[in-house]
């Protein structure tokens, strides 16, 4: 992503939703004070925020108001909301190179932290001007959050991961957020019905396609992404490099046994990894991120000519080859 076309496309925008996230987020509790700072000074690359400013932009003849602005803020803070709560949930000692607040203070600040960001993101949605939408919307997102960390947790513990529940699994904990963030930004600006569908419809194709490079990379990262592989498998996750070589057996119940085995024999981890390798399951999700890749790029056909559809595409092709 070349960040410095984005920032010249919603600089100011951008400038005043960091200014509107840091003061939904303030508090005089000054151990969770220094926790927030901490957590917006390790804010990554913000991309959820920036595509609801980009769509806005994409929809609009004019510049993105105060609602695109306080949208891009609600759903930043939402996201990492759940980020830690997902660290709680998974144990989590690191991300984005730096330690979790679940590794520092343990668990039950974690949640605390992630309650407070919660209810500041809750905060931003009441002031919107079209509440129902937002409510509705924003509520729908939270469930299908909640819905998709249970599923997963569900699936984890039987090893019996289909490709169509894994589908939707990703859809609920990462492509939700991606949609959100999507249509947030064509709804602030008041956009037609057909570009609101067609934003919803670039969301969910690019949140489709972000998380399976990640579960990608999670066999085939390595050196390239300065992270360990396999980690998904020590968690008995069945992701779709894994669901594609199973898709050359034909039994599939000795390899999932093994998965559900895992924590007694970890030296099946190898095993395991060797056989998506050599069975063909990368070659087989870069294929279906290929395919969810294209649909972004095709949704975007509905919107009119401008540097901002040019960002929007090249954030989707630059998703299939990402390497963190």
Excluded at 81 to 86: E, F
Excluded at 126 to 153: C, V
Excluded at 204 to 226: C, V
Aim: a negative charge; proline letters at 3%.
């Amino acid at each position: 992503m070349d960040r410095e076309r984005v920032m010249s496309l919603i600089g100011s925008d951008w400038s005043r939703m960091q200014t509107l996230l840091r003061d939904s987020l303030h508090t005089d509790v000054g151990l969770l004070g220094d926790i927030n700072g901490s957590l917006l000074s390790n804010s990554g690359k913000m991309l959820r925020p920036m595509l609801t400013l980009l769509v806005a932009k994409a929809c609009s003849d004019g510049e993105p108001g105060e609602e695109s602005v306080r949208k891009a803020a609600a759903v930043e803070i939402l996201h990492n909301a759940t980020l830690l709560h997902d660290d709680v949930a998974d144990e989590a000692m690191i991300r984005r190179g730096s330690p979790t607040v679940m590794s520092r203070l343990g668990p039950v600040p974690a949640v605390l932290v992630g309650d407070f960001w919660l209810a500041s993101a809750v905060g931003l949605v009441a002031e919107s001007s079209d509440l129902k939408w937002t409510l509705r919307k924003f509520g729908r997102t939270l469930t299908d959050l909640a819905e998709g960390e249970m599923l997963q947790q569900q699936k984890a513990f039987l090893a019996d991961t289909t490709e169509e529940e894994y589908l939707r699994i990703i859809y609920c904990k990462t492509a939700s957020l991606f949609v959100i963030a999507c249509e947030s930004g064509a709804k602030s600006v008041a956009a037609p019905d057909a570009l609101m569908a067609a934003a919803g419809d670039y969301g969910r194709a690019l949140g489709m396609a972000f998380q399976i490079r990640d579960d990608i990379l999670d066999y085939s990262g390595g050196e390239k992404t300065g992270k360990p592989v396999g980690i998904d498998l020590r968690e008995q996750k069945i992701t779709l490099p894994l669901l594609g070589a199973l898709r050359t057996l034909s039994g599939e119940e000795e390899v999932r046994k093994m998965i559900r085995g895992i924590h007694d024999h970890p030296d099946d981890l190898g095993r395991l990894h060797d056989f998506v390798l050599r069975s063909g399951g990368v070659e087989y999700a870069e294929n279906k991120l290929k395919e969810y890749v294209a649909a972004a790029l095709h949704a975007l056909e509905a919107f009119p000519a401008s540097a901002a559809r040019e960002v929007l595409a090249g954030i989707a092709e630059e998703s299939a080859d990402r390497t963190k």
